[in-house]
């Protein structure tokens, strides 16, 4: 059983920057992309960025340049570094992992996610 735990969510200014962490516990994820979801109130489910088994990494339009995501292979777990935080970017964010293709921006190819961290941003 795999289990995903974030950290590092919270509560910022406009332009500050925030770091959330995702571990793996009960399997490696080290063979697997991982990736970074979020979710607005009242909003679907949103791709946030993914990393592939060999640490390519994609993003979605809104937080390129801003948004940063790695690994750490050794520890099974994986990071989201955001700065140039924006109202916008308020939501609940999920680490997802386990994917076995690579549409890495549709949801429902994840089997394995956390229970959420909320990042708040004021203006």
């Known amino acids: 059983q795999v289990q995903l735990v974030e950290s590092g969510g919270g509560s910022v200014q406009a332009g500050d920057s925030l770091r959330l962490s995702c571990a793996a516990s009960?399997?490696?994820?080290?063979?697997?992309?991982m990736a970074w979801f979020r979710q607005a109130p009242g909003k679907e489910r949103e791709f946030v960025a993914a990393?592939?088994?060999?640490?390519?990494?994609y993003y979605h339009d809104s937080v390129k340049g801003r948004f940063t995501i790695s690994r750490e292979y050794a520890k099974n777990t994986m990071a989201l570094q955001m700065s140039g935080l924006k109202p916008e970017d308020k939501a609940v964010y999920y680490c997802a992992g386990g994917a076995t293709t690579s549409s890495y921006i549709d949801h429902s190819i994840w089997p394995y996610w956390g229970q959420g961290t909320q990042v708040t941003v004021s203006a």
């Open positions: 009960g399997r490696s994820l080290t063979s697997y992309p």
């Open positions: 990393i592939s088994w060999s640490g390519v990494t």
